[in-house]
């Protein structure tokens, strides 16, 4: 019964913005960190962003400074709100949560695509 549901994808054009949600439902959200990664075709799967229980967060370089993590422990969702956006940004995004460092488990979300593009 484990959920992660992104939503909030779509097609935007360079220098906007976006803001990327990921519902859960099944596990305890406020124990698991919580991830975005994206895959862009033909590349692997990279980690854009995390975000500890704790509320540390960590990014990748290449978004430093333009994307966001954050999480809301009442409403179990987590969020990357995605500014200056870039053709480089295309990928498709998805949600991460792992509980393992406490016994739990490591989902995924199915993903959401991500366009910029003029």
């Known amino acids: 019964q484990v959920q992660l549901v992104e939503s909030g994808g779509g097609l935007v054009q360079p220098g906007g913005s976006l803001r990327l949600s990921c519902a859960v439902s099944?596990?305890?959200?406020?124990?698991?960190?919580m991830g975005w990664y994206r895959q862009a075709p033909g590349k692997q799967r990279e980690l854009v962003a995390t975000i500890e229980t704790g509320s540390t967060t960590n990014y990748a370089d290449s978004v430093k400074g333009r994307f966001f993590i954050s999480r809301d422990n009442v409403k179990n969702t987590a969020y990357l709100q995605m500014n200056s956006l870039k053709s480089e940004d295309t990928a498709v995004y998805y949600c991460?949560?792992?509980?393992?460092?406490?016994?739990?488990?490591?989902?995924w979300g199915q993903g959401t695509q991500v366009t910029v593009s003029s």
């Open positions: 991460n949560g792992d509980g393992r460092r406490r016994g739990g488990g490591n989902y």
């Open positions: 099944g596990y305890m959200f406020s124990i698991y960190a």
